[in-house]
């Protein structure tokens, strides 16, 4: 049978699978056309069900693997029976997935994965076998990506009117085009920690503090019944999503957050400047967060200086300065919004009394925590004229 290479890369979306659901967890594909004997310019369709994107399927048909990893040897594996799981298609039947033709493409292949996440039920058949505090291994079985209908063009040229294929799949079959196609590797946890939830207020002051600065006043309220203690600055570990080779853009951020304490430095790397007729954003702090250090004994325990504690119902105000973004702009009306970033935290009170050495003790850490979001709804609307900014009316 004639064969048709797919490269083929697969990944947890994240380290652990929450038992409890709150967590959704699903096993990330990234697939592309990249053979030199792909030479057709329409993309190529296929559908998901019955195939190895469909992963409870898939281990039932042996089309994917599972492993049990064992927790004193990290490379001893030994595989799960997934006899039991239901051997019936629970994907939805219309899904289709859609690769764009490699001919006449501009961009570099690794930015032209299309990806697709299959979604865990923590009430399947799956989640059923999977047991707290083991972790498991998901690979591709073989090179057979298992796709039984597949067709160049659209929807039309995959399924007739009548329902049938209108494409002879079986003369081709699609296959993975490297040996290894990554692996998808987590931990199962009955439940997961969470940090309170937060309130995120931004404005526009009235009054500058000074009159050549514009100022945002940023509060932050903890609107839970617990205290909590906020990393603001550094190598922040939490649980990110991944995509297919690494985590998602901006995931693992490790610059300064916009309630950290930092005078000399405005803490403005996730605000942006939008200009509202077109929703393009026209500035943002492009600082680099600070180096990730590669030697293993550096000390990565955040410093007592770069967290803070946000007690219930006590708002942090913080006067931000962001005169160097909106430097330059031209006369006109902008907004400034701000994206989500992630801390990771504390529960309790970090105080220096805690601290060792003026720094967060290691046994107080861990990675495997859900992220404390800082994020607002909230638009301010400048106005910017003769190059002086006030509040848009």
């Not at 039309?156 to 990554?182: E, F, M, P, Q, R």
């Not at 430095?265 to 996730?270: A, F, G, N």
């Not at 500035?283 to 504690?309: F, H, M, W, Y």
């Not at 989500?340 to 060792?356: F, P, T």
Request: proline letters at 8%; glycine letters at 6%; charged letters at 25%.
């Amino acid at each position: 049978m004639n064969e048709l290479r797919i490269h083929t890369q697969l990944h947890s979306r994240y380290q652990v699978f929450d038992a409890s659901g709150q967590l959704p967890f699903s096993i990330v594909f990234g697939l592309c056309r990249r053979s030199p004997a792909d030479t057709d310019p329409r993309p190529l369709l296929f559908e998901i069900a019955g195939s190895a994107l469909d992963v409870p399927y898939a281990l039932a048909h042996r089309l994917l693997t599972l492993h049990e990893q064992n927790p004193e040897d990290a490379e001893q594996l030994v595989e799960v029976d997934t006899s039991r799981l239901n051997k019936t298609s629970t994907a939805k039947e219309a899904e289709c997935l859609s690769l764009p033709s490699p001919v006449n493409r501009t961009e570099h292949w690794r930015d032209a994965f299309t990806i697709y996440q299959c979604p865990i039920d923590v009430n399947g058949d799956l989640a059923s076998i999977l047991e707290p505090g083991k972790k498991y291994i998901i690979r591709l079985a073989g090179n057979d990506l298992g796709v039984k209908q597949w067709a160049y063009g659209d929807r039309k040229d995959l399924i007739s009117d009548d329902g049938k294929s209108s494409h002879d799949s079986g003369a081709v079959n699609l296959v993975k085009s490297k040996i290894t196609a990554g692996k998808a590797a987590f931990k199962v946890v009955k439940n997961l920690p969470w940090p309170p939830r937060v309130e995120t207020r931004m404005c526009l002051p009235s009054s500058s503090p000074s009159p050549d600065s514009t100022t945002l006043e940023i509060s932050v309220c903890n609107i839970g019944s617990d205290s909590v203690t906020v990393q603001t600055r550094g190598d922040q570990h939490f649980l990110v999503p991944w995509g297919p080779f690494q985590p998602e853009p901006d995931a693992s951020d490790d610059r300064r957050r916009i309630i950290h304490a930092s005078p000399h430095i405005p803490p403005t790397s996730s605000l942006h400047i939008v200009e509202p007729a077109t929703g393009k954003v026209v500035r943002r702090n492009e600082q680099r967060g600070i180096c990730r250090l590669t030697d293993s004994s550096a000390d990565r325990r955040p410093k007592v200086e770069d967290v803070v504690t946000l007690r219930p119902g006590v708002p942090l105000v913080r006067m931000i300065d962001v005169g160097a973004l909106v430097d330059g702009l031209q006369d006109g009306q902008y907004r400034v919004r701000m994206q989500a970033k992630g801390c990771r935290w504390w529960h309790g009170e970090v105080g220096e009394q805690e601290c060792e050495d003026g720094r967060v003790p290691a046994h107080l850490g861990t990675s495997t925590i859900p992220p404390l979001m800082l994020e607002s709804q909230d638009e301010v609307e400048l106005l910017i004229r003769d190059g002086k900014v006030g509040l848009s009316m």
